[in-house]
């Protein structure tokens, strides 16, 4: 069990630049799940997948956020045309059906937006 | 809705002083309650967490945390803090409906005097 990996942990880039990040699950966890946390704040829910499905988005994630998990595996969050506000920590966590979903973060990426 | 309050943003202890960070939560049902700790630029770590039976339960690093049901409330307790327990603390209730996210208090800071 390597727990859940995300790539890269952290990311500078300049406004209205589009940025992808990774996150891979622990092997057999079916749930992954996104959160964003700024500073000062607990972590916000941004979206969450079943296998391949994406069961629910949060509010939080305007237009410019898309998130895949193409073959219930890893997963991507892209953030297009980026903001100053997009500056956050991104964190991805996993969980297993069976085990009350209990979840398992990642270390998280640290997006800096310029 | 489900939400969660950490009324302390900041506590300072001495080293081997006793410890005892506050959680409230508003939810619908019996909730399941989760304490996370989180070191810098890192991501979360499982401390313990609630799903039903004994309203006591021990967790890592010799925390523990009370379920009070007529109080909403789910603190979290250490006798004998270390210095490496200085970090940030987040409460977390969820999921909810069978949704898997959680819901998380914007965290309470540890800091450990010598």
């Known amino acids: 069990d390597t727990g859940v990996s995300q790539n890269p942990r952290h990311k500078i880039t300049k406004r209205g630049q589009n940025v992808t990040f990774r996150c891979d699950p622990i092997s057999e966890h079916n749930r992954l799940y996104w959160y964003r946390q700024t500073l000062g704040q607990g972590p916000e829910f941004l979206t969450y997948?079943?296998?391949?499905?994406?069961?629910?988005k949060s509010r939080l994630l305007s237009d410019r956020f898309s998130a895949e998990r193409p073959k219930g595996s890893f997963s991507t969050l892209e953030i297009q045309r980026t903001e100053q506000g997009d500056s956050a920590m991104y964190l991805c966590?996993?969980?297993?059906?069976?085990?009350?979903?209990?979840?398992?973060f990642g270390p998280g990426t640290r997006l800096t937006v310029t | 809705a489900q939400s969660v309050t950490q009324p302390d943003i900041h506590i300072t202890v001495s080293e081997g002083a006793s410890l005892e960070l506050r959680c409230n939560y508003s939810y619908g049902a019996t909730p399941y309650l989760f304490w996370y700790v989180q070191s810098p630029g890192q991501g979360l770590q499982l401390l313990l967490k609630?799903?039903?039976?004994?309203?006591l339960v021990q967790g890592i690093k010799g925390f523990e945390a009370e379920f009070k049901r007529s109080q909403s409330s789910f603190n979290l307790r250490k006798p004998s803090v270390h210095w490496s327990d200085a970090a940030e603390y987040f409460c977390a209730v969820g999921p909810a409906d069978n949704a898997g996210k959680s819901t998380f208090g914007d965290g309470t800071t540890l800091t450990v005097k010598p």
């Open positions: 997948f079943q296998n391949e499905a994406q069961l629910e």
């Open positions: 966590a996993s969980s297993l059906k069976g085990q009350r979903y209990e979840q398992y």
């Open positions: 609630y799903f039903s039976g004994d309203t």
